[in-house]
Nanobody, 115 residues
Framework: QVQLVESGGGLVQPGGSLRLSCATSGFTFSSNWMYWVRQAPGKGLEWVSGISTGGGITTYADSVKGRFTISRDNAKNTLYLRMNSLKSEDAAVYYC????????RGQGTQVTVSS
């Protein structure tokens, strides 16, 4: 079955950086666009970023553009999200997903931004 396992979250100070990873299995990773979505406390799921099958096309929400970088390693079936210049409003549970709505997603990894 489809498995998406996120890791790399944690506590970081404002302005800091984190790199999230998502190990996948149970489907043909290289044939799927992949996405990151997030959910802040008390809010709904928010699309963050997407990447094409080969990695040549990337898209970002305006709120993270220029600070976050999505990438993938098809040989390792792994999706990444590099997050720089983190802000308090970036604090959320981050999920990797097979669809941009996040309907098929992993268990998530918590990102806390606080001094």
């Amino acid at each position: 079955q489809v498995q998406l396992v996120e890791s790399g979250g944690g506590l970081v100070q404002p302005g800091g950086s984190l790199r999230l990873s998502c190990a996948t299995s149970g489907f043909t990773f290289s044939s799927n666009w992949m996405y990151w979505v997030r959910q802040a406390p008390g809010k709904g799921l928010e699309w963050v970023s997407g990447i094409s099958t080969g990695g040549g096309i990337t898209t970002y929400a305006d709120s993270v553009k220029g600070r976050f970088t999505i990438s993938r390693d098809n040989a390792k079936n792994t999706l990444y999200l590099r997050m720089n210049s983190l802000k308090s409003e970036d604090a959320a549970v981050y999920y990797c997903a097979k669809d941009h709505l996040g309907q098929v997603r992993g268990q998530g990894t918590q990102v806390t931004v606080s001094s």
